[in-house]
C-alpha cells in the first residue's frame, strides 16, 4: 500500500506555490472533493475537503504531479499512466468520469473514490483541468459522511456541479451567466426556473421566469418585473431566500392564506400562472452579500422536491452567487472606468478651413481604458498641436500615466516656442523624474497655414508607428522621417524634426499600433494593409473614412486598445 515511505520520483513539485486569487474561493463552494491541475497535470489549487479525504495539507500538493501523488490501483500499488482513465482523459481534454478508482492517503491508507474530470476555466486564469471526487466509503477516520442527495445519481450531481462551476465563472456577463444558469437546470431538476435579483438600490427584480416545453425554453416576460420590498421577519419562502437565511420547499398552498407581504402576493401569482406544484427556493449569495433567489418549480414534471434535494440547489446557487457577483463586479469597473476615459480624452479644436476625426477604441480585454490617447489644441503663436501616443498597458493605471504625459505635454507645447523636437524632449526628461511612466510613444506635430495657402506639418516621432498621408487622389504614404527612440529610456539623445506640406485635399492620419498589429503577423503586414484600405477610401467624408478604417483595419484578433486622429485639408488655397 501507497505511503509516505514510498519513494515518489515523479511526484516531486517544481515550485511549492499557493493558488492565484479566486481559485481556492471557487472550489470551496463545490460540496465534494475538487482540486486543479495545470497543463502538466500539477495540482495547483485544492478545496478542504480534498485535504480531508486524502489526509494532506494543500501545502504538500501545491506543485506535485497528481497522478504520481494520488492514482493507484485496487492493490495500492502505483498506476501506469497508460492504465489510468483519469490520465487519459487529462490528456484527451474532455470530460470523463468513473465509478471506481483509489487515491493514496497520507496516512498510507487507500481510498476508493467515484470522480470526475473536466476542462475548466475562471476568468483571469490559465485554463486547467478540474477532478472532483468523493469516497464510495465513509473512511473509519472521517465520521462524517456526505448528505444524500435523491434529486440526481451522486455521479450526476457532480457532473452537473462542475459543469454549474465551469460555465458560470468563464463568463463576466450577467445576462449570460443567467442563460447558462437557466441551461443547466432546466429542464434537468425543473421545468421552471425563476430567479430574483437584488439590485443595487436594494431593490428586488424578477430577472427570469422561464419554462421548458418541448419547443425549448419559453421566457415568461409578462412575470418578469419589480418585485415589492423583502419583508424582515417574513417566514416565507421566498422572503428568507431573499434574506439569505435558507433554501426551503414550497407549493401553492404555502402562499393560499392571507399573505403577509406584497411579495407573497407576487408568489401567489406565481403559482396561479405556472401551474407550479412543487418548488424548492435557494438564496443566491456571495461572499458579501445575497444577490437573489433561485427557485425552481415542477409543473409538468412528475413528483415532489424533498428534503434532501436541497443541497444540491443549494450548492447550484451558491455557485452562481460567485459568478454572479464577479460579473457585477467586472461590469462596475467597465463602467467607472468608461467614464474615466471620456473625461480623459479630450475635444477637438475647431480650426477654419480644417477637418478632424477621432476614434477610441478599448482593449478588448480590458476596463475600458487604457493608456492609448490623441489630442489636439491651439498653441500660443496660432498653430494647432497635433498628438498620438501610447502609455504602455491598457488598464487604470497606463490611463492615469496617459493623463499625466498629455497634460504635461500640453503645458510645455503652450510654454515653450520651439519646433516639437524641442518639447518631446523636455517632456522626456519630465516623464522620467515626476511620473510612473515606465515607457510611452508619441508623435508631436503642429499644423500652420503657409503664406501660399498650403497647410504646413512639422513632427518627431519618439517610437511611434509613422504617420500616413493619403492624398485626394489615393496615393498613400508613410512619413518616415523626424523618428527618435521612445520616451523613459533616459538616453537623452536628440530628437529630430521633420517638415513637409500637405497637398490639398489630403488626409493626414495618426494611430497606435492597436490599429496595425496582430499576433502572428509581422508589423509590416499591419502596415501595408493600413495603406492599402487608406487609399482606397481615400474619396470618402472624414467620418466615414474613419469609420470603415477602422472596421476593415483593425485585427479580428487585436487585443490592444486603439487611438486614431484623423486630419483633412482642403482641396484648394
Known amino acids: 500500500m501507497a505511503g509516505p515511505e514510498h519513494p515518489e520520483p515523479h511526484g516531486k513539485r517544481d515550485v511549492a506555490t499557493p493558488p492565484a486569487a479566486g481559485l481556492t474561493e471557487a472550489l470551496e463552494a463545490i460540496g465534494t472533493g475538487a482540486y486543479l491541475v495545470d497543463e502538466e497535470g500539477r495540482i495547483i489549487a485544492v478545496n478542504s475537503r480534498a485535504e480531508k479525504y486524502l489526509d494532506r ?245 412528475p413528483g415532489d422536491f424533498n428534503a434532501p434535494d436541497l443541497p444540491l440547489i443549494e450548492d447550484i446557487a451558491r455557485r452562481a452567487g460567485l459568478a454572479l457577483d464577479n460579473a457585477r463586479l467586472y461590469q462596475r469597473q467597465r463602467k467607472v472606468a468608461e467614464t474615466m476615459q471620456n473625461h480623459l480624452l479630450p475635444q477637438m479644436p475647431r480650426v477654419p478651413r480644417l477637418q478632424m476625426a477621432v476614434r477610441y477604441l478599448p482593449a478588448p480585454d480590458a476596463s475600458q481604458v487604457g493608456g492609448d490617447w490623441y489630442d489636439a489644441f491651439s498653441l500660443s503663436d496660432g498653430a494647432t498641436a497635433l498628438a498620438v501616443g501610447d502609455v504602455v498597458g491598457h488598464d487604470l493605471e497606463a490611463a492615469a500615466g496617459m493623463a499625466q504625459v498629455r497634460n504635461m505635454l500640453r503645458a510645455y507645447a503652450w510654454a515653450l516656442q520651439s519646433p516639437p523636437s524641442r518639447i518631446v524632449e523636455r517632456l522626456d526628461e519630465a516623464v522620467l523624474h515626476i511620473t510612473d511612466v515606465a515607457m510611452a510613444t508619441m508623435i508631436l506635430a503642429r499644423i500652420e497655414e503657409a503664406h501660399d495657402g498650403q497647410w504646413k506639418l512639422s513632427w518627431t516621432n519618439a517610437g511611434h508607428p509613422p504617420p500616413l498621408l493619403i492624398s485626394h487622389d489615393g496615393m498613400a504614404d508613410y512619413l518616415t522621417d523626424g523618428h527618435g527612440i521612445l520616451l523613459g529610456t533616459g538616453a537623452h539623445k536628440p530628437r529630430a524634426d521633420a517638415t513637409t506640406l500637405l497637398p490639398p485635399g489630403s488626409t493626414l492620419l495618426l494611430y497606435t499600433d492597436g490599429l496595425i498589429e496582430e499576433p502572428g503577423h509581422t508589423l509590416d503586414e499591419g502596415l501595408h494593409r493600413l495603406r492599402r484600405h487608406a487609399a482606397a477610401l481615400a474619396h470618402r467624408p472624414l467620418t466615414s473614412f474613419t469609420d470603415q478604417l477602422l472596421e476593415r483595419v483593425r485585427p479580428a484578433a487585436n487585443d490592444d486598445d486603439v487611438a486614431l486622429l484623423a486630419l483633412r485639408v482642403p482641396t484648394s488655397t
Not at 476542462?119 to 465513509?138: C, D, K, M, N, V
Not at 421566469?209 to 418585473?225: R, S, Y
Not at 437565511?245 to 393560499?256: E, I, K, M, R
Open 57 to 301: 495539507p494543500a501545502e504538500d500538493l501545491y506543485g506535485r504531479d497528481a497522478h504520481d501523488l494520488l492514482h493507484r490501483d485496487g492493490h495500492g500499488q502505483p498506476l501506469a499512466r497508460t492504465r489510468c482513465r483519469m490520465r487519459q482523459a487529462f490528456h484527451a481534454g474532455h470530460a470523463a468520469l468513473g465509478d471506481e478508482g483509489y487515491f493514496a492517503c497520507g496516512d498510507g491508507s487507500l481510498l476508493p473514490i467515484s470522480w470526475l474530470i473536466t476542462p475548466f476555466s475562471l476568468a483571469g486564469h490559465e485554463p486547467s483541468t478540474l477532478i472532483l471526487f468523493h469516497a464510495r466509503q465513509a473512511r473509519e477516520t472521517d465520521p462524517r459522511t456526505e448528505p444524500v442527495a435523491t434529486l440526481l445519481p451522486e455521479i450526476e450531481r457532480l457532473t452537473l456541479l462542475a459543469a454549474t462551476t465551469s460555465q458560470l465563472t468563464s463568463t463576466l456577463d450577467v445576462d449570460e451567466a443567467l442563460r447558462r444558469l437557466v441551461t443547466l437546470v432546466v429542464p434537468r431538476l425543473a421545468d421552471w426556473a425563476i430567479i430574483d435579483l437584488i439590485t443595487e438600490r436594494d431593490e428586488v427584480w424578477r430577472t427570469v421566469v422561464v419554462e421548458a416545453t418541448d419547443d425549448g425554453l419559453v421566457h415568461h416576460e409578462v412575470l418578469q418585473g419589480p418585485m415589492p420590498p423583502v419583508p424582515q421577519g417574513s417566514p416565507m419562502p421566498l422572503s428568507r431566500a431573499l434574506r439569505g437565511v435558507a433554501s426551503t420547499l414550497a407549493g401553492p398552498q404555502t402562499y393560499h392564506g392571507p399573505p403577509d407581504s406584497g411579495i407573497a402576493v407576487e408568489q401567489r401569482r406565481l403559482f396561479d400562472a405556472t401551474g407550479i406544484h412543487s418548488a424548492a427556493i435557494a438564496p443566491i449569495r456571495s461572499t458579501r452579500a445575497v444577490l437573489g433567489a433561485l427557485t425552481l418549480g415542477r409543473a409538468k414534471q
